[in-house]
């Protein structure tokens, strides 16, 4: 078993809908989590930064982190043609270490 | 956050030989990571280079085949030796941001293809 499981898509949705992009881990031990995002032939790109469990809200990004089941979730609301891109999450128990999922491939059509 | 320039961007090279890729950022940093990713999969840290010390490998990743070297706070080197087709990867730096608890800083990436 992976230590951090994605569904890595494709997905697809229409402009303006609510994207639900999600992790689960095995290491109960994990305690920093993030979410990236990467453009066709560009490095990844921190999108979100969470420690510990929680919610965490920035314009149209929402990160939460629910422990209990291991499962982390990105909510991208009003979905943009601009938010095409794959999504990486991850993770870790040191900060200087961190694991990541294999991605998730999303697209938005106009 | 830093700003990394790696270069190249790509390389088309033969089986056998070597490419070094260079990363330099903008800023002093401790730690510079590199990493590969490989088509559909998720990156893969190769290992974390420190100035002024050996670097330190992940297992499955080794000295001989990944040459690293970090002559200052603002740059390093990944070479790829002895190249076969299944090196062909995406090959990234990166560094952490502000004490690694905000994340890490990416390049944008060395596409190299072995034939």
């Known amino acids: 078993q992976k230590e951090v499981e994605q569904d890595p898509g494709p997905l697809s949705v229409p402009e303006g809908a609510i994207v639900s992009l999600n992790c689960t881990y095995s290491n109960s031990a994990f305690q920093y989590f993030m979410w990236y995002r990467q453009y066709s032939r560009k490095g990844p790109e921190l999108l979100m930064y969470t420690y510990s469990s929680g919610n965490k809200e920035d314009g149209r990004f929402t990160a939460q982190v629910d422990k209990s089941s291991k499962y982390i979730s990105l909510f991208i609301r009003d979905s943009q043609p601009s938010d095409s891109a794959t999504y990486l999450c991850a993770m870790g128990s040191s900060a200087s270490k961190i694991i990541f999922g294999s991605g998730t491939r999303l697209s938005i059509r106009p | 956050s830093a700003v990394i320039s790696q270069k190249p961007s790509r390389d088309i090279c033969q089986r056998g030989t070597s490419l070094t890729i260079q990363c330099q950022v903008d800023?002093?940093?401790?730690?510079m990571f590199w990493y590969r990713q490989q088509p559909g999969q998720s990156l893969t840290l190769i290992a974390t280079?420190?100035?002024?010390?050996?670097?330190?490998?992940e297992s499955g990743f080794v000295i001989d085949k990944f040459p690293i070297s970090r002559p200052n706070l603002t740059f390093s080197t990944l070479t790829v030796s002895n190249m076969s087709p299944e090196d062909s990867s995406i090959y990234l730096c990166s560094v952490a941001s502000s004490g690694t608890l905000q994340g890490y800083t990416f390049g944008s990436g060395t596409r190299l293809t072995v034939v």
């Open positions: 280079a420190n100035q002024g010390s050996e670097a330190t490998y």
């Open positions: 800023s002093q940093v401790t730690m």
